[in-house]
């Protein structure tokens, strides 16, 4: 099973993703999953 993440709303959640992915004092979850999102996305080329 493949899984993809979608492209972002806008900029604001883009900049929530990024925040949580490079988090350090965060529920390491919700860091784990910011950082699959944003890597999904860096594979797709959804960078802007």
Known sequence: MVLRARESRDEAERAMIERFAGARKAPQDLVMRARMV???????GDRR
Do not use: I, N, P, S
């Not at 944003?38 to 797709?44: E, K, S, T, V, W």
């Open 38 to 44: 944003q890597l999904g996305r860096d594979a797709a």
